[in-house]
């Protein structure tokens, strides 16, 4: 690892803008009552999966636009911060699903599918991340609520995805990209980051950060940093109606680049960009039966602010 770690450091410090090395800065994020921010966020997948020698292809692409209104503290030092989707476009594409587009702007003309409901019901979802003192994550809550029209089979498959611990864990290691501490150009340092999928499943990431310095963007100064996944750990929970369990995994980010542009006067992430591949081979147990498998998945994804 050693000679991966000296790699990414001569990366780092090849790539550094025009901050003197000696130089530091500290990015502090700054929440505003009443302000509000909008964010439009773009994800993309592509997954190939070989088991037993069958090779099985799917792909989403989904926009959403998020909107946040930061409330004011209370005597106790805690602010909420309330989120709504604005808008949800998505296209997914699966054996025995086929493809299915669906655009919250005009939710009656989705294709008619299994998750057609939660995609309409995600649409309309709304949550409050509340904050305490030294702006750390206390909650997100809420979250569930868009979904309690859908059936019992429905709501049972996004349990795991809409808990509140989940929830509040993700959105303290989104905070944690960004340190408040003095940075000086060259600097890294590592987060683990957990998604969790559906089944059962979810992928936890090392991600290896590094300030770069100050950059321009359309006459605007930002702090640049830059981002790699280095290592992805796959788990597998029990349960559900078929018993799956991980036998063995050795996936690997084979490639991995990322950017984040904050804004120096607020401590906001206004850009990002990132895009991982993973390859590798895993054995899972079906029912008592191994099945080998074969995985190459690409994630991309990218954010802007907006009004």
Known sequence: MRHVFLGWAALCWALMGVAPASAQVTISRKYVEGEERAQSVDVLTKQSLTINGANIETSSQQNMVVRAKV????????????????????????????????????????????????LKAAAQAKWV??????????????????????????R??????????????????????????PLKAGETWELEETRRLDGGQSLTFTRRYCYVGETEQDGTKLHRIDVTA????????????????LVKSDLKPVKSSGTLLVDPATGWVVAEKHS????????????????????????????????
């Open 71 to 118: 409330g004011r503290r209370n005597a106790a030092g805690e602010l909420p911060v309330e989120y709504a989707v604005e808008s949800l476009q998505q296209t997914i594409k699966a054996p025995g699903l086929g493809e299915v587009s669906f655009d919250s702007v005009n939710p009656d003309k989705a294709s008619e599918s299994d998750i057609t409901p939660l």
């Open 129 to 154: 991340m509340t904050l305490d003192r030294e702006d750390r994550v206390l909650s997100v809550l809420g979250r569930e609520k868009a979904f309690e029209g859908l059936d019992d089979k429905q």
């Open 156 to 181: 049972e498959t996004l349990k795991a995805l809409l808990d509140p611990e989940l929830l509040k864990k993700q959105a303290q290691e989104e905070l944690d990209r960004v340190p408040s501490r």
């Open 230 to 245: 280095t290592q992805v750990v796959l788990a597998i929970e029990g349960g559900g109606a078929v018993a799956i369990r």
């Open 276 to 307: 991982t591949q993973i390859k590798g081979s895993v054995v899972i147990s079906v029912a008592g039966q191994e099945l080998p498998t074969e995985l190459d998945l690409l994630i991309e994804n990218s954010a802007a602010a907006r009004r």
